[in-house]
């Protein structure tokens, strides 16, 4: 399971390039606040903050990166004045911890920067408990945070900015509607909601590590639109913090948190959770569990009964986003499922005109972005799809189905990656055929994004002729395939329900 982790596809080495320069900013960002004589808990705060930075800001340029990463601390500081001040007064400090919550899941209504603000300004406070910050050390942590933040930026935007030679993609954003049919709208209830179950029985199991469960509660909404998204993380939640459990009794609990091999495993978490994040939300739990196990060897109060009580605050964290997801304004995983394909669907007719023009001798179309945006995209239906395709699923033609869109989808990538790189070379000729060959491909996308019930449009690919075809075409024709094969999964053909359906 880890090897097809580290084995997974790594377009241009990006996510190597992520993890690496995460461990160059985060380790640099930690060891100036220690050259600056800052406390241990503040060297964790600077640290949390240049994670968070390097990890959560995903807008599509590097000047927007540069911007929400500017407006970081304007958020992050208040909120962390606030859960200080209120460290002596649970009451208080609950129902700001729990409006923190709510307002941060709401917030990604405005997109990626409104995302990276709300999981910034939910960590403030959650490092707040974590480190029992009260008001006397907030010059201090105040100054980790700044300075962090600017050693990590200098890293991502001056030393080591690859981003200015990728494609620029916007990023998805979820299906929306108006007021309580706004998936952000219901997600900010569901997480408040869910959040109040955890932080009261979090309580109960204890009043110093309460906390633990209310953050469960937290990452288990992060990036899911669907409840059966939601479900399926939280079981990979706890999965990867059992794992990473058992390795902290292997490896935190005998280094008590001496120096250096302390620094160097953490180093190493750094990297798994973010070399693993795109590809196993499991496995970057894992990271994330052994790197909180060593940080307390750290603050010297690791011992096996905490590493057992993060287990069973987890498990109620996961639960109260279960039980809310389940009960309080379901988003179902139908709607969102068909929404995300049709997303992606009408990329790839992007992606192919973008090319298409291109290859005709246009100047102005550019298909790369469109090919980021597209993997984008993919990504997203695999998400959504996860609860389908999960080996526990009992439902066994719909987990058919669905690997079978996936499948599909994974060759609509493939060509329009291969169209696309053919049309950015100059030197590539113009078939005549490739005109009526996108005709068919918008034809296709037409019928496969057409309102549900009426998804019953037949097409089938030309033929190819043999010999030496133009590469452009081949490519069209491969993705004329992929797409007529989607038609049976998206209820196309014979009178079969749809992916998503029942």
């Given at each position: 399971?880890?090897?097809?982790?580290?084995?997974?596809?790594?377009?241009?080495?990006?996510?190597?390039?992520?993890?690496?320069?995460?461990?160059?900013?985060?380790?640099?960002?930690?060891?100036?606040?220690?050259?600056?004589?800052?406390?241990?808990?503040?060297?964790?705060?600077?640290?949390?903050?240049?994670?968070?930075?390097?990890?959560?800001?995903?807008?599509?340029?590097?000047?927007?990166?540069?911007?929400?990463?500017?407006?970081?601390?304007?958020?992050?500081?208040?909120?962390?004045?606030?859960?200080?001040?209120?460290?002596?007064?649970?009451?208080?400090?609950?129902?700001?911890f729990l409006t923190v919550m709510g307002v941060g899941v709401y917030a990604r209504r405005w997109g990626p920067r409104g995302h990276a603000l709300g999981v910034f300004a939910f960590m403030t406070f959650f490092a707040a408990q974590f480190l029992h910050t009260v008001p006397e050390q907030l010059p201090e942590l105040y100054v980790a945070v700044v300075l962090s933040l600017c050693v990590s930026s200098a890293v991502r935007f001056g030393l080591w900015c690859y981003e200015r030679r990728l494609p620029v993609a916007a990023a998805p954003a979820p299906p929306e509607g108006r007021g309580l049919a706004r998936i952000?709208?219901?997600?900010?209830?569901?997480?408040?909601?869910?959040?109040?179950?955890?932080?009261?029985?979090?309580?109960?199991?204890s009043d110093q590590r309460w906390y633990w469960a209310v953050?469960?509660?937290?990452?288990?909404?992060?990036?899911?639109?669907?409840?059966?998204?939601?479900?399926?993380?939280?079981?990979?939640?706890?999965?990867?913090?059992?794992?990473?459990?058992?390795?902290?009794?292997?490896?935190?609990?005998?280094?008590?948190?001496?120096?250096?091999?302390?620094?160097?495993?953490?180093?190493?978490?750094?990297?798994?959770?973010?070399?693993?994040?795109?590809?196993?939300?499991?496995?970057?739990?894992?990271?994330?569990?052994?790197?909180?196990?060593?940080?307390?060897?750290?603050l010297g109060v690791l011992d096996a009964s905490l590493l057992w009580l993060r287990v069973a605050e987890t498990a109620v964290g996961s639960l109260g986003a279960v039980i809310a997801v389940l009960l309080v304004l379901p988003v179902t995983t139908h709607a969102i499922t068909d929404a995300w394909i049709q997303k992606a669907l009408r990329c790839v007719h992007a992606c192919t005109a973008e090319a298409a023009d291109r290859l005709a001798g246009s100047t102005v179309a550019d298909p790369g972005p469109r090919v980021a945006e597209l993997e984008s995209l993919l990504g997203r239906v695999r998400l959504s799809l996860a609860p389908l395709v999960h080996p526990l699923s009992p439902l066994a033609a719909r987990k058919a189905r669905a690997r079978q869109v996936l499948a599909s989808l994974d060759d609509c990538v493939r060509e329009v990656r291969?169209?696309?790189?053919?049309?950015?070379?100059?030197?590539?000729?113009?078939?005549?055929?490739?005109?009526?060959?996108?005709?068919?491909?918008?034809?296709?996308?037409?019928?496969?994004?057409?309102?549900?019930?009426?998804?019953?449009?037949?097409?089938?690919?030309?033929?190819?002729?043999?010999?030496?075809?133009?590469?452009?075409?081949?490519?069209?024709?491969?993705?004329?395939?992929?797409?007529a094969a989607l038609a049976a999964p998206l209820g196309g053909r014979g009178g079969r329900a749809p992916i998503v359906g029942a």
């Open positions: 399971m880890l090897k097809r982790v580290f084995v997974a596809p790594d377009p241009g080495r990006v996510r190597l390039r992520f993890a690496a320069r995460a461990v160059l900013g985060i380790g640099l960002a930690v060891a100036l606040c220690g050259l600056a004589g800052l406390s241990l808990a503040a060297a964790i705060t600077g640290g949390l903050a240049a994670l968070l930075a390097l990890f959560t800001v995903t807008d599509p340029t590097v000047r927007g990166q540069a911007a929400t990463t500017a407006l970081l601390p304007l958020v992050g500081l208040p909120v962390l004045a606030v859960a200080a001040v209120l460290h002596d007064q649970p009451a208080a400090r609950d129902l700001a952000t709208t219901r997600q900010a209830v569901q997480a408040t909601l869910g959040g109040a179950f955890a932080l009261g029985l979090g309580q109960v199991l953050g469960a509660t937290w990452w288990v909404f992060v990036n899911t639109t669907s409840r059966g998204e939601t479900l399926v993380r939280g079981f990979r939640r706890v999965l990867g913090t059992v794992i990473g459990i058992v390795a902290g009794f292997a490896v935190a609990i005998p280094l008590d948190g001496a120096g250096a091999p302390t620094a160097a495993i953490v180093a190493v978490c750094v990297f798994g959770i973010f070399y693993t994040a795109a590809v196993s939300y499991s496995w970057m739990m894992f990271f994330v569990t052994v790197m909180v196990g060593m940080l307390y060897g750290v291969g169209l696309a790189s053919i049309a950015a070379d100059p030197d590539a000729s113009h078939d005549a055929r490739l005109t009526a060959a996108c005709s068919r491909v918008e034809a296709a996308v037409e019928a496969l994004t057409a309102p549900e019930g009426q998804r019953r449009r037949a097409f089938r690919p030309a033929e190819l002729p043999g010999g030496a075809a133009d590469p452009a075409l081949a490519h069209l024709h491969g993705l004329e395939r992929a797409l």
